[in-house]
């Protein structure tokens, strides 16, 4: 959530930002209802102290002989004052909240405005491969002949947009998962397993709801209404929501493997086959909690963290800028890890990392008491690290050989008991 105080102090700044999003903004009905809410205040604020001063007078005026039944009459009068004030008061401030609680976070100022179309490759790591002396195939091809993946029992089962590994593609998908987990305990992050299940206030947080309420998978039947998490990090940014932090807690590093479901699977293109895009898919993911002074360095961290495991695969991929207008409503800014699908002939985010600042710690009320003992709020970071649905599909086209098999990248060799190659596999 933005902080109201800048947007009642620089109006065309915040609007201004928030074009950069693709946002329209028009501040003037916000300003209106923040002078109201200062008039209401200073209503409800002088009626109190008005009574306090008079109710205050009555034992001495009872000790003169006066009349108190005149004092009492007139703190009633005040009283009611003060109740009608309050209310209106309270009516201001949700009307208040309900507008800014919609708006996106504003991005970085050295970011570009739109979206796609500005988004800056800002690194490039390895060759794209070059196939010769056979005809290349598509990771869905290859997951079939080497027997890792059933499509069409995965349809049968549950329907489009899903998949199943099987036999060596399940323990591939298990090798990945391993490899990223092993990498982040040695940097020192504390492994979590989280609920699936989680509540609205985590999607407020979170700032995927309101506006996004819809994209996520509702539960009917549970009491409050749950969804099912569209990625950890929706999880890992609730773990310390209303929570004072200690400065020397901070920062604080957590990594969660969960599966990830998502209701956008129904909108993928026709190129984005097999594991590219899907209802369910498997995630490793980072968040981190910091102070607003480590914040930035906390962020280079995290993209170094998830260009180091795409590395140590031996992917080509790139890092991607990404424009204002393509970082998501809660995010200040996004640099997406991005590998190389030979069959698409494009680059695919397999991680995005990005900083919300302190959006989602105002939504969540996350603060940390600083040096001073005063209570700020902390800055929230996330990065996949990884997506195993883009990774796969890499390392079986970029690694293919010209009599089919696959070539199994070094680091995961140790999960996949020392395999190196898979090989096609009879038809069933």
Known sequence: MIDPKLIEEQPQFVQEALAKKGYSFDPSELIGLFQKRRALLKVVETSKAEQNKLTATVPQVKKEGGDVQS????????????????????ETEDKIQKAIEVLPNLPDPDLVGGEKENNRPIYHFGEEPKFEGFVPKDHVEL??????VDYKRAAKISGSGTWMYTGLGARLEWALLNYFIASHLADGYTFILPPHLLNEKSGFTAGQFP??????????????RKFLLPTAETALVNIHRDEILSLDELPKKYFAYTPCYRREAGSYRTEERGMIRGYQFDKVEMVQYTTAEGSD???????????????????????DKL?????????????????????MHIYKEASSVSNARDYQA?????????????????????????????????????????????????????YMGGLKVLKPVAKK
């Open 297 to 319: 360095a906390a962020f280079e961290e995290l993209v170094h963290k998830a260009q180091k495991l795409v590395e140590g695969l031996g992917l080509c991929y790139q890092v």
């Open 211 to 224: 506006k996004f309420k819809e994209d996520v998978f509702w539960l009917d039947g549970t009491e409050p």
């Open 362 to 414: 105002r939504r969540g009320m996350i603060r940390y008491r600083d040096e001073n003992g005063k209570v700020r709020f902390c800055h929230t970071l996330n990065g996949s690290g990884l997506a195993t649905s883009r990774i796969l599909p890499a390392i079986l086209e970029q690694f293919q050989q010209a009599d089919g098999s696959v070539l199994i990248p070094e680091a995961l060799q140790p």
């Open 143 to 148: 997951a079939e002949s080497l027997g890792l």
């Open 71 to 90: 004092i009492f009459a007139e703190v009633r009068r005040l009283a009611a004052e003060s109740k009608e004030a309050q209310a209106e008061l309270t």
């Open 323 to 343: 424009a204002a207008g393509d970082c998501s409503a809660s995010m200040a800014r996004t640099y997406d890890i991005e590998v190389f699908i030979p069959s």
